[in-house]
C-alpha cells in the first residue's frame, strides 16, 4: 500500500499526518488524494463511514487553498451539527502547518451572532449545515461568490435529511466554475439524479463498500415479539457488563421510549436524536465517549458519522428499511481491525429480511438466543461469588465489629448465611420474569405448513416522517405467511408457570 507521501502531499500536511499516527492512507484516500490535488473535475467518492472520507477530501481541498486570497474558498456541506463539527476539527489539525489557512463551522443550534462575527474574519474554508448557511447567507453575512471547490459530505444523508431544496439554493449562489466534490456512503437514485443536476463528467471512485468494514463483525440475530424487545435488551445486557454499543431505532420515539425504559432501571443509557437540543446531544455525546455511558440508542440520522471507537456491538432494534443502512450501522462496530457484534432484533415477519440482507451484503446470520434469566443468574452468582474471593479484608473491618456480626450470624450454618447473602445480591438484578424472551413460533417458508395467514398481526410499520421514502426496500420475495397460533398459546402457558417458581425463588419483592 502506498505512503501518503507518495500520493503528492506537502510537507506540512505530511508532518501532522505523522504526529497523528495515520501511518498508511486507507483505500478512499489512497485513491482521492491524487486525482483530487491534481485534476480539475468534478468527484465522487463513495465509501463506507469510517473509512476516512473526511481526509480523502480535506487535505487536498487544504493543499489547493491559497492562502494568499482571504476570500472563502471551499465550501463544506454537512447534513448535521455533529458532522460538520467533526469535519470542522479534523481540517482544523490537518492545517496547523498551513500558514493562513482558517476553516470555520457554522451550525444551527448555536447563537448565529458569534458566527457572524467569526464569518467578519478570512475563512478560506467554511464548513456549513444547509440551514444555517442559507440563514447566514440572507444576513449577508457569508459570501460564496468565490467559491472554488465545494464538498457535499454524506450526501445520501443530506438528502434523506430532506436538504434538497436547501442544496438547490446554496449552489445558486456558487460559480459555476467551481468544482464539486461528492462524498457519500450509498448511491441511491436520488444521488445520481443530483450528479446530473449540478455536476459535470464526474470522476466516480468507488470503494469496496460490502465486506471490507464487515469481515470483523459476527452476525447475529434474535427472534423476538415487539412487546419483548426491551426486556430482551435488559437480559443481552445482563449477560455481558462488557458490552458497550449503539442501539439503532428507528423512530425519535421508539429511541426516547428504549432509553427511558433503560434508565429507569439503571443502566446507563442515553438517547440520541433529533428532538434534543443541540446542548443535549453534546452532552450525551460526551458521555458516551468518555465511556460513563454504556450504551447510546440512537436514530440512524443522529449517530451518523459520530466518530466512536471501541463498540463492541450494534443493535438494531429495528432494522432499517434500506439495504445500505444495515451496513453502515453495523460498521460502527469492528473498527480498526478489532471485532465487533451486530445483533437485529428480528419480529416474526421480518425473517425475509435477514435472507435478504445474506443475500445482497454476502454475509452470514446466526441466531442468537436471548439468555434466560436463569442463565443471567448463574453469571451474576458466579461474578459474585469471585468478587467475594477477591476482596482482601485483612484488617479492614474494627474487630468488635466484626465480631458483633458474626455474634448475629451464629446460629446460621454457612450454606443458609451463603444463601441468604446470594439472595440478598441477586435481588438486586431486578429480574421481573424468568419467560423465555426468544419467539419460538417459526416462520415457515415454502408455505408447507398451510398458512390460513392473519392469525398474527404483522408489526406495526411506524416508520419516522420522511424516511427512507421511496428507497430501495427489502425485498419480500421470499416471505410467506405464518401459522401455528397453537404453539404460541402453549408457549405462553409454559412460560407463565416457569414465571410464578422463578419469583418465588429469586424476588421477593420488586423494589420502588
Ligand atoms: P468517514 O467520513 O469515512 O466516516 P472519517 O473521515 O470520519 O470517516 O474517519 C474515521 C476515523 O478514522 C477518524 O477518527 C480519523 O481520524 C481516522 N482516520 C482517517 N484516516 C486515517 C488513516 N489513514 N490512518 C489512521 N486513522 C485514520
Ligand atoms: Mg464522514
Known sequence: MASFKKLGLSDSILKVLKELG?????????????????????????????????AAF????????????????????????????QIAEQLYTFSKYLDKVNVLAVYGGAPIQGQIKALKRPQQ?????????????????????????????????????????????????????????????????????????????????????????NVNITHQYISVKSRDKSDAMIRILDSDPDIRGVVFCRTRMDTQNLAEFLMRKNYRADALHGDM???QRDKVMKRFKSKSLQVLIATDVAARGIDVNDLTHVFHYTLPDQIEYYTHRSGRTARAGKKGV???????????????????????????????AADIVQLAADKWAQGVLDTNEGGKIDDEILEKVNLQFADLSKEELVAKVLLNQLQRLDIDS?????????????????????????????????????????????????????????????????????????KKKKKG
Not at 58 to 85: C, F, M, N, W, Y
Open 58 to 85: 480535506g487535505l487536498p481541498l487544504l493543499e489547493r487553498i491559497d492562502p494568499d486570497s482571504k476570500a472563502t474558498q471551499a465550501l463544506v456541506l454537512a447534513p448535521t451539527r455533529e458532522l460538520g463539527q
Open 22 to 54: 495515520f501511518e498508511k492512507p486507507t483505500e478512499i484516500q489512497e485513491e482521492s488524494i491524487p486525482q483530487l490535488l491534481e485534476k480539475n473535475t468534478d468527484f465522487i467518492g463513495l465509501a463506507q463511514t469510517g473509512t476516512g472520507k473526511t
Open 434 to 506: 424468568d419467560r423465555d424472551l426468544n419467539d419460538t413460533v417459526r416462520q415457515r417458508s415454502g408455505g408447507s405448513g398451510g398458512s390460513s395467514g392473519g392469525r398474527f398481526r404483522r408489526e406495526r410499520n411506524d416508520r419516522g416522517k420522511g424516511g427512507y421514502k421511496g428507497k430501495k426496500k427489502f425485498e419480500r420475495s421470499d416471505r410467506s405467511d405464518r401459522s401455528g397460533g397453537g404453539g404460541k398459546k402453549k408457549h405462553k402457558s409454559k412460560s407463565e408457570g416457569k414465571s410464578k417458581d422463578f419469583k418465588s425463588r429469586y
Open 342 to 372: 451486530s445483533i437485529s432484533f428480528i419480529g416474526g415477519g421480518d425473517q425475509y429480511k435477514i435472507k435478504a440482507l445474506e443475500r445482497r451484503l454476502g454475509i452470514d446470520f446466526t441466531q442468537f438466543q436471548i439468555p434466560s
Open 277 to 279: 437540543s443541540q446542548a
Open 125 to 213: 474554508v467554511i464548513i456549513a449545515t444547509p440551514g444555517r448557511l442559507i440563514d447566514l447567507i440572507k444576513r449577508k453575512a457569508v459570501k460564496l461568490g468565490e467559491v472554488q471547490y465545494l464538498v457535499l459530505d454524506e450526501a445520501d444523508e443530506m438528502l434523506n435529511m430532506g436538504f434538497k431544496d436547501e442544496l438547490d439554493e446554496i449552489l445558486s449562489y456558487t460559480p459555476d466554475d467551481k468544482l464539486t466534490w461528492l462524498f457519500s456512503a450509498t448511491m441511491p437514485q436520488e444521488i445520481k439524479r443530483m450528479v446530473k443536476k449540478f455536476m459535470d463528467q464526474p470522476i466516480e471512485v468507488k470503494v469496496n463498500t460490502k465486506n471490507e468494514v
